[in-house]
């Protein structure tokens, strides 16, 4: 396990600072002929206030699969074990030459002040599946005007994002947009049977969008359930349960089930 004072990631919280740092829980640059195989871990119990960006994982190449037999754990809702950033946060980001599946993993109890956060943030060249993982309690308290979301799919890859179950994401403060999932990735990266429940917005800014579904391209967006949209607060964003856009664009959108929204 990495993370805590103790075994297991248990005890007070690894104090992660300083000036012009960076924080990984794992680094990663691999090869690309045979997947590494990344299994049965914990990061959890972080409180990092490094200037720089915070990882659980960064692969910044190479092939994997992350949680493919034994699922892995990124914080935790139990109070105070989570993973805690002063600046943006990843639990795992995706990036240059990386391909590989990310399934079945648990992601819960990731909080930042003052950058964005991610879930799940894939903006590599190569092929990535992400399936049937779970993200609970993700929430951005702000005081510089950022993003969240649950899993963000860019890059060059097709990344396909699939029966996740992302619940309870929520922004304070001075944020920009909220996303249950993003997908600007290119066509064939599919967005399908994924649940998405309780997006709240209570922030400062009313000219922001929350998305239960944010998707570009010509890709499929089917069989997704998203309920209980919500702002609160006298500043109102836009709330929207699936938005399908691009130039030239030729989405399918089909079978997917919204409700709460309000």
């Known amino acids: 396990a990495i993370g805590g004072s103790a075994a297991g990631a248990t005890g007070t919280a690894l104090a992660a600072s300083g000036t012009g740092a960076t924080f990984y829980g794992m680094y990663l640059s691999l090869g690309t002929s045979t997947p ?17 960006t915070t990882y659980a994982i ?3 190449a190479g ?5 493919t037999t034994t699922a892995n754990t990124f914080g935790s809702t139990s109070s105070g074990t989570g993973i805690s950033a002063t600046n943006t946060l990843y639990g795992i980001h995706l990036e240059g030459a990386s391909s590989g599946t ?11 002040t003052n950058g964005a956060l991610f879930g799940v ?12 993982n779970t993200l609970d309690n993700l929430s951005g308290s702000q005081t510089t005007a950022a993003a969240l979301a649950g899993i963000n799919a860019t890059g060059s890859g097709v990344v396909v994002v699939s029966n ?3 619940s309870n994401l929520s922004q304070t403060g001075l944020t ?9 990735a290119v066509a064939g990266s599919n967005v399908t049977g994924n649940t998405i429940s309780n997006l709240t917005y209570s922030g400062t800014t009313a000219t922001n969008t929350g998305y239960g579904i944010f998707a570009s391209g010509s890709n499929t967006i089917s069989n997704n359930t998203i309920t209980n949209l919500t702002v609160t607060g006298a500043n109102k964003m836009n709330l929207r ?9 030729a989405a399918v959108v089909e079978n997917n089930t919204v409700t709460g929204v309000l």
């Open 176 to 184: 920009s947009n909220l996303y249950g999932i993003q997908n600007n």
């Open 36 to 52: 590494t195989s990344i299994q049965g871990n914990t990061v959890a119990n972080i409180a990092s206030t490094v200037s720089g």
């Open 164 to 166: 996740n179950t992302l």
């Open 63 to 67: 092939a994997v699969n992350i949680g």
């Open 102 to 112: 990310v399934q079945g993993n648990t992601f819960a109890g990731l909080s930042t």
């Open 241 to 249: 349960g699936i938005y399908v856009g691009g130039t030239g664009a």
């Open 121 to 132: 943030y894939s903006n590599g060249s190569g092929a990535i599946t992400i399936s049937g």
């Open 58 to 60: 960064d692969l910044v």
